[in-house]
């Protein structure tokens, strides 16, 4: 069962709302502008919903009009503010110079300030407003720039730390500014109560999609009186005030949220949601000791989570939920290696890798007990994936003492020889960035680190392993060979450039580091060439490379294993993933081969070319690589599975 707790993205649609689509585009289908009976029916739904979006904003008085979300919204507040500035300005009336924006905001807003800005020429500056440490707005700098602000943006409750914003506290601050005021209200709806038409609020923007409406209907509220602008001009559908024939399906499903909010019989209330938030904290401090919550949960809404984990990044904790089957985001944008920090935990002053290794849990009012107690289940579970050791040898491969890591970062790739049974270890051109990772795996797992070497002239990673890990980088000195244990690695100077060879214990495989060795030496021909480069890092000295048809889909796939059930399944997750949770295809159990692993296990896949091979991973880019390298590798039978298990079920 999946788990989704990423509301503040997106929610599914409510099912009364589906039914009033369905009976919007099936029953009531006519155009609201139309004055036959088919048009007055789809009107009336259309005022039914508006009504009671009035009823629930707390806007009796004032425009609201439906439109396609919150960045449409956003457009028009913007639009509407910036052409009164500028008539302000024609008719000689003093009017603020600064569009100032809550530092935390959506990107919707600093964007669409920019924008319009720029588009009508109106030479205002853009200000960001600081916020504090607990994400809310820095009062008495508002309170300093007020008197020259002519627009503020603030939002209701942040999207990625749910914090709520202290509005009548910058009401109050505004009091005597010429300002027109934009409040975001996309994550109040349905968890804060609205009064906004007993607010000084200009232009309150909503999106259906954050609260159980389908994507693509959303509504603006503006104050009665505020200055308006149409952003889209036609039909004179809306009062002129947003042409364009109605989303009605999505109207009608917005207004079946709605109804249902004003009745008060469908969602949880603050109190309920605030206890499934206890449940779910209580169970992350227990499956992830260290973990640090980054907005102060008495000031958030009660439905939104914020935290990081010490020592994991976003990518690593988002791919172990989402192998557990639970839908979370990473409170930041992330790459592989480099973790991207969120600006919103950036404003509020976070340290950098506390911000780079965020993650949202986010739930709705619709949220049944049941959910929370699975998510608590399976957010234990995910706890123990962490802990799981890295650097351990492979079930896959019997005899083996020893394994080979391959670590990529910013399309660099190192290597990390291990011997388990005599807990030692050798890095070759560690990427400097993954340096405190590796160091961290090192300690975890009781590894001494016996070299830490470069093939060509870059020593920095290895310098930074070393500075962390203890060592000197380099070649010990007087060591012709470093015997690991499970396996010997020698040192061959060739090509004006280190280059070494490692030879396992075990088995007929030879891998080799730095590239002038395996293509110089005749009898080196068959070893595997490891590179430092990620886009080839495994290759092989002839590397035949025909990719045809190596991406199966899902049918494709079921067929593939039909026909030959010896077919290897192989799931290149992270070690961490697949403990989280097993992947299975069309009921077959997968080996687990982490893809930073592949080189290791290549010589056992091609020892058994007969047996084709299909990799697996989550959303089939790992696979893929995988595939690519074994075909390269002279292992014709090898497929991927495209799209990856997140379309395979
Ligand atoms: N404002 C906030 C606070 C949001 O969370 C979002 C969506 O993530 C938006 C604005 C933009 O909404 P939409 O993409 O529905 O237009």
Aim: glycine letters at 10%; hydrophobic letters at 45%; one cysteine or more.
């Amino acid at each position: 069962m999946e788990i989704y707790l990423d509301s503040n993205a997106t929610s599914p649609v409510l099912p009364a709302a589906l039914d009033a689509a369905m009976a919007a585009m099936r029953d009531c289908y006519g155009n609201p502008s139309s004055s036959h009976a088919a048009g007055l029916r789809a009107r009336a739904v259309r005022e039914a919903a508006r009504a009671a979006a009035r009823r629930v904003i707390g806007a009796p008085r004032g425009r609201v009009m439906f439109n396609s979300g919150a960045t449409e919204g956003i457009q028009t507040a913007v639009l509407s503010a910036l052409c009164a500035v500028r008539e302000c300005r024609e008719r000689g009336e003093a009017c603020g110079d600064l569009l100032l924006y809550g530092a935390t905001e959506h990107k919707a807003v600093p964007e669409s300030l920019a924008h319009w800005n720029r588009v009508l020429g109106a030479g205002l500056e853009l200000r960001a407003l600081p916020v504090d440490a607990d994400g809310r707005h820095r009062l008495e700098v508002l309170r300093e720039l007020a008197p020259r602000a002519a627009l503020v943006c603030t939002m209701a409750a942040n999207n990625e730390t749910g914090v709520v914003s202290d509005l009548e506290g910058i009401a109050a601050a505004l009091e005597h500014s010429p300002a027109l005021w934009m409040v975001d209200c996309v994550q109040a709806l349905g968890k804060l109560p609205l009064a906004l038409g007993a607010t000084r609020i200009d232009y309150a923007p909503f999106s259906g999609h954050k609260l159980y409406a389908p994507k693509g209907v959303g509504l603006l509220y503006v104050r009665e009186g505020a200055p308006f602008t149409p952003l889209m001009c036609g039909g004179g559908q809306e009062e002129g005030q947003r042409s364009g024939t109605e989303n009605m399906a999505g109207i009608a499903a917005f207004g079946a949220v709605l109804e249902a909010l004003e009745r008060g019989d469908t969602f949880r209330g603050h109190a309920q949601l605030a206890a499934c938030r206890a449940r779910l904290v209580a169970a992350l401090r227990q499956a992830f000791p260290g973990i640090v919550f980054n907005a102060p949960l008495e000031q958030a809404l009660p439905t939104t989570l914020n935290f990081s984990v010490p020592g994991a990044s976003s990518a690593d904790l988002l791919e172990i939920f989402d192998a557990a089957g639970v839908r979370v985001s990473a409170g930041s944008a992330c790459s592989a290696a480099k973790a991207v920090s969120s600006y919103v935990l950036d404003a509020m002053g976070l340290d950098p890798a506390r911000s780079a290794s965020a993650l949202r849990m986010s739930f709705g009012p619709l949220v049944e007990d049941a959910t929370i107690d699975a998510a608590c289940e399976r957010i234990m579970r995910c706890g123990r994936a962490l802990r799981l050791p890295q650097l351990s040898p492979s079930p896959l491969l019997k005899d083996h003492e020893q394994g080979m890591l391959q670590l990529d970062a910013e399309g660099q790739t190192g290597w990390l020889l291990f011997d388990a049974g005599a807990r030692a270890c050798v890095a070759i051109d560690p990427p400097a960035a993954l340096a405190p990772r590796i160091a961290a795996m090192l300690e975890a797992g009781g590894y001494r680190l016996r070299a830490a070497l470069h093939t060509g002239t870059d020593s920095a990673g290895a310098a930074a392993l070393c500075a962390l890990a203890g060592g000197a980088p380099g070649w010990p000195a007087d060591c012709p060979e470093l015997n690991l244990g499970a396996g010997v690695l020698a040192r061959v100077e060739l090509g004006g450039a280190s280059n070494y060879l490692y030879v396992p214990a075990a088995g007929d495989a030879r891998y080799v580091f730095g590239g002038a060795l395996g293509l110089a030496a005749a009898p080196l021909a068959d070893a595997l060439l490891c590179g430092s480069e990620t886009e080839r890092a495994v290759a092989a000295a002839a590397a035949p490379q025909d990719e045809t048809g190596m991406e199966l889909d899902a049918g494709a796939a079921l067929r593939l294993l039909e026909q030959h059930p010896d077919a290897i399944v192989v799931d290149v997750r992270d070690l961490r993933e697949h403990g989280a949770g097993e992947a299975r295809l069309h009921g077959r159990a997968a080996h687990n081969v982490p893809l930073a692993r592949l080189a290791e296990h290549a010589p056992h896949f091609i020892a058994q070319d007969g047996r084709p091979l299909l990799f697996v991973c989550r959303s089939g880019a790992r696979s893929l690589r995988a595939a690519r390298t074994l075909r390269r590798l002279g292992h014709a039978h090898t497929w991927c599975l495209a799209g990856g298990l997140a379309l395979a079920h």
